[in-house]
């Protein structure tokens, strides 16, 4: 077992990175390792969340009161005054996590740039007009429609580049902050060419689906594309990638200094400080995070919105009016982090406009912003459904355990899952192999901590033969769409860099320099080494092993830089595939009843036609495909249903009610807009609202009900 622990990252500080629940669970798996297309995946409950080392341990913690740093989280993140107009983190994940709106919420297709329609937007499969301010019908969905939905080489009825994403800021610039008591900035309207009412601009809407917040603390990056790095550095989504990046720091000397911050599993944080100023989320262009501190700092949290009395975070600060909290940010800050991040003085930098220059407080904002939403986030874990009960031992050493909770249908189709290949992609206890290594182990594993792999992902490329590939552990290409159009993690970062690991370390074999993330790479621990399809002439010894290969030393090889080169020469990169283009993050499938529409960019409604994808082999026919795990499939109605069923009971009743720690303070969600403009903006249409209202720790009462499923919300 020891030897299977090798770390991906650093090996000195591999600890941060075991829990003592993540290695209780994988002596369980490796003990209960079943049967042939893998065993029942293991409960969520005692896995803890990966630790960020530093945060909240050692001699000197950044968090020095949890509780305190909780609190400013929440309030962060579903107070509207934190966007430019209005938008919340929580207006996009205020639905189990998820965004459950209707209206405004297509955009069209952004990362499409090969093709004109990239900019425009087209018809629906309902024969909608489609475009901004549409309400979305079922008949709309999905977004690739064919004659036979068991059969992606049937007719195709409809296909539109569009996506089903979440309405955000409108189209402005920022000039400077509101008063102290409004809501939205002194931001500029600008002419908004694609997001457009007449002559009104609209709300902009996402170029990809928005995931659910709830248990993205087990994933060890985030976002679809994991732009949002597993290391924090205090300012960016981007880790070490931004060398730029750091923090101030008061010394024991008095003095304030700029540091280099490397947070590990500290991922929620890197997400964290990306919508808050981004012109199409929640900001006017050239908002940042130092101004928005300017704009809080002094203000109560969730001033103009409703707290519940029984909230289960904010009853004991809640202010006497039942409307925000009865203090400062200010003053939950300080009482959240070491005073060595805010408390020295000095000229922090100046804001672009005119302004007094930054305290150390505004300057650091980015750094609270994260990490008070990551520990925030954090408390939203989802682990007690049907399927977290207590195992049954079967008879038959090769059937897999099952829950007692689960009902006759239910293990049917747990089955199903297991059979149809499911649990290889959805996999370990939070359902997603994007969750952090440490806290799941490969079917066939010789590292349980592997980010990088290489796979066999096509069966024949025009009789090339079989294709193996390097690809990113927990992101696939599952042909949802042409690649063309979202590359995913195949993508770059803003500096340059591949997003992701493997792209990386085929750089590395080719030159020789490090990784840009600190990710450890074995090339013994690929399930397909490159012994198994590279002539021993074409080889050398890996010289970047990192601990021992055990008995699979003999794997230990790497093509030499002028096979890789020679194979990069050929059609679809030869046996150098890196298969990462038009990849996405494998989701957790945990309340994923109530967290469509589905795939990156909503183009499924109903988990019945997500089974109709994945049994049909996808949609396209993607040289990245990941055919081994994503192909043909027969499934009949009857199993079908057994699936569906079984996937329910992956819903937490608690989620279901919004009962604490999922329970929130009030919100008006933006929903579309009048065909007026707005009386205080006339280059703007008149947003609608849908409010939610405050719910205390034991949840929605009768009267609301349980929040339901997306096309519960949706006319025919």
């Known amino acids: ?16 990175f075991i ?21 029942t995946p293991p ?68 990362f499409h740039d090969s093709l004109p329609t990239t900019q425009t937007f087209e018809t629906t499969a309902s024969g909608g007009s489609g475009g901004s301010n549409y309400t979305l019908k079922r008949s709309d969905f999905p977004l690739y429609k064919l004659a036979n939905p068991a059969d992606n080489t049937s007719a195709v009825l409809f296909n539109s580049d569009d996506v089903v994403s979440s309405a955000g800021v409108f189209l402005a610039r920022f000039k400077s902050l509101g008063q102290s008591d409004a809501e939205r900035d002194n931001c500029s309207p600008e002419t908004d060419s694609i997001f457009h009412q007449g002559n009104l601009n609209t709300r902009q809407v996402q170029t990809r689906q928005a995931p659910s917040v709830i248990n993205a603390g087990y994933n060890f990056r985030n976002f679809w594309d994991g732009r949002a790095n597993n290391i924090f550095n205090g300012v960016s989504p981007f880790g070490v990638r931004d060398v730029n990046a750091g923090v101030w720091v008061l010394g024991q000397n008095g003095t304030v200094s700029k540091q280099t911050m490397r947070l590990e599993n500290a ?23 130092p101004d928005i501190a300017r704009k809080l700092l002094t203000r109560r949290p969730l001033e103009s919105q409703d707290i519940h009395p029984a909230d289960s975070v904010f009853s004991e600060i809640r202010d006497v009016s039942g409307k925000g909290l009865n203090s400062s940010y200010e003053t939950l800050l300080k009482a959240s982090f070491a005073p060595r991040y805010w408390s020295g003085t000095g000229n922090f930098g100046k804001p672009a406009g005119s302004g007094a220059p930054y305290t150390q407080m505004e300057a650091n904002f980015p750094l609270f912003f994260g990490l008070a939403l990551q520990l925030y986030q954090q408390t939203l874990v989802s682990d007690q459904t049907p399927f977290d009960t207590p195992r049954t031992i079967p008879n038959n050493p090769g059937q897999p355990q099952m829950p007692k909770g689960l009902n006759k249908q239910q293990k049917r189709g747990l089955t199903v899952f297991l059979e149809a290949h499911c649990s290889e992609c959805h996999k370990g206890p939070t359902f997603s192999s994007a969750a952090h290594p440490s806290i799941y182990t490969l079917s066939n594993a010789f590292s349980s901590l592997r980010l990088v792999n290489r796979k066999t992902v096509n069966g024949a490329f025009s009789g090339k033969g079989v294709a193996q ?15 063309a159009n979202d590359p995913g993690v195949g993508g770059l ?4 860099n591949p997003l992701s690991f493997s792209a990386q370390y085929l750089q590395v074999l080719l030159d020789g320099k490090a990784m840009i993330d600190p990710v450890i790479v074995n090339s013994c621990d690929l399930d397909n080494s490159f012994t198994q399809d590279y002539p021993k002439r074409d080889l050398i010894d890996d010289p970047r092993i990192v601990g021992s290969c055990a008995d699979r030393s003999v794997y230990a090889k790497i093509p030499k830089v002028e096979a890789l080169n020679a194979e990069l020469a050929k059609a679809n990169q030869g046996r150098a595939l890196v298969a990462v283009n038009g990849a996405f993050k494998v989701p957790s499938l945990r309340n994923v009843e109530l967290t469509g529409p589905y795939m990156h960019n909503g183009s499924l409604l109903t988990l019945e036609q997500v089974i109709d994808f994945y049994f049909r082999g996808g949609n396209f026919n993607n040289a990245h495909h990941f055919a081994t795990l994503v192909f043909p499939q027969t499934i009949s109605s009857t199993e079908k249903a057994d699936l569906v069923a079984f996937l329910k009971s992956l819903t937490d ?35 609608l609202f849908l409010k939610i209202p405050a719910v205390g720790k034991d949840g929605r009462d009768a009267a609301l009900g349980p929040i339901k499923p997306f096309q519960y919300y949706l006319q025919p």
Not at 4 to 14: D, E, G, M, Y
Not at 77 to 100: E, I, L, P, R, T
Not at 472 to 479: A, K, L
Not at 493 to 496: E, K, S, V
């Open 43 to 110: 409960s969520l409950q005692g896995i803890e969340v990966p630790a960020t080392p530093g945060l909240l341990d050692g001699d000197a913690p950044i968090v020095i009161d949890k509780s305190a740093a909780i609190q400013l989280g929440k309030a962060l993140f579903w107070d509207v005054n934190v966007g430019s107009d209005g938008m919340a983190c929580a207006s996009c994940h205020f639905h189990a996590g998820a965004d459950a709106r209707v209206k405004n919420q297509l955009s069209p297709g952004l």
């Open 19 to 39: 829990t003592p629940g993540a290695i209780l669970l994988l002596a369980a798996l490796v003990a209960g390792e079943a049967a042939a297309h893998g065993n």
């Open 493 to 496: 970062d803003p500096f340059g």
């Open 267 to 289: 991922s929620l944080a890197s997400q964290a400080v990306a919508p808050p100023v981004n012109s199409s989320e929640m900001s006017c262009v050239q908002r940042t995070l």
């Open 1 to 16: 077992m020891n030897k299977a622990l090798r770390s991906t990252l650093s090996t000195k500080k591999i600890h941060s």
């Open 653 to 687: 009743e608690r989620v279901r009610w919004e009962r604490a720690p999922f329970d929130h303070p009030q919100l008006l969600v933006p929903h579309g807009h009048k065909k007026s403009p707005d009386p205080q903006h006339p280059e703007l249409a008149q947003d």
């Open 469 to 483: 590939g390097l690809l990113d552990e927990g992101y696939f290409n599952t042909s949802v769409a042409p690649t």
